[in-house]
Every structure is written in structure tokens, then in C-alpha cells.
């Protein structure tokens, strides 16, 4: 009996959903690591406008790399790398603003 190998889009997905999961992670533990070390406690001075604008371009990012995956599913992961980080590092602007929006 043969053993059934994983395609690239599989291995890609995979890589892609723990790269992602490492950097909300991360982004997670900067952020509130750094808002512990401040004493003083104060809002984040920007406006609303600016978390609205990060969000439409962080899912924009998202959507853009996992639809850019998908088109080249027989591409090997090295090819996928950049649409990989392009996800994970939507999903760490939209960690970062949802953290801020929350302050607000």
C-alpha cells in the first residue's frame, strides 16, 4: 500500500495557519507585555479613522494572500513564502488595532 503524500497546498495551509498563529501570538504578548510596563494609563491618541483603515487593509492583505494561494495550489511553499507572511502580517495589524480599538 502506497503512502499518500501531501500535496503543496496542503503543506502551504499548514505552514500558513501556524506562521499566523505564531505571529497573533506574539504580537499578543508584545502588546500587552508593553502596556503592563507603562505606569501612567492613557488611550491611544490616534483616531478612530486610522484602526478603520488598518482593518480594511489588513483583511485586504488576508484575503488577497490566502486568494493568491489558492490560484497556485500546485506551487511549492517556497513559491507560497511571501503569501504567507502577507496573511500573517494581516493578521498581526488586525491583532495590534483590535487591541487599540479596545483601549479606546
Do not use: W
Request: glycine share 4%; charged share 20%; with cysteine.
Amino acid at each position: 500500500m502506497k503512502k499518500k503524500e501531501m500535496t503543496n497546498y496542503t503543506k502551504t495551509k499548514i505552514f500558513t495557519i501556524i506562521l499566523c498563529l505564531i505571529v497573533i501570538i506574539l504580537t499578543l504578548f508584545v502588546q500587552l507585555r508593553g502596556q503592563n510596563t507603562i505606569q501612567e494609563r492613557c488611550s491611544y491618541l490616534d483616531p478612530i479613522i486610522v484602526d478603520l483603515f488598518a482593518f480594511g487593509f489588513a483583511i485586504f492583505l488576508v484575503i488577497e494572500g490566502t486568494y493568491r494561494i489558492s490560484e497556485h495550489k500546485n506551487m511549492g511553499l517556497k513559491k507560497q513564502l511571501t503569501r504567507s507572511i502577507r496573511i500573517s502580517v494581516g493578521f498581526a495589524i488586525i491583532t495590534i488595532h483590535l487591541l487599540q480599538v479596545l483601549a479606546k
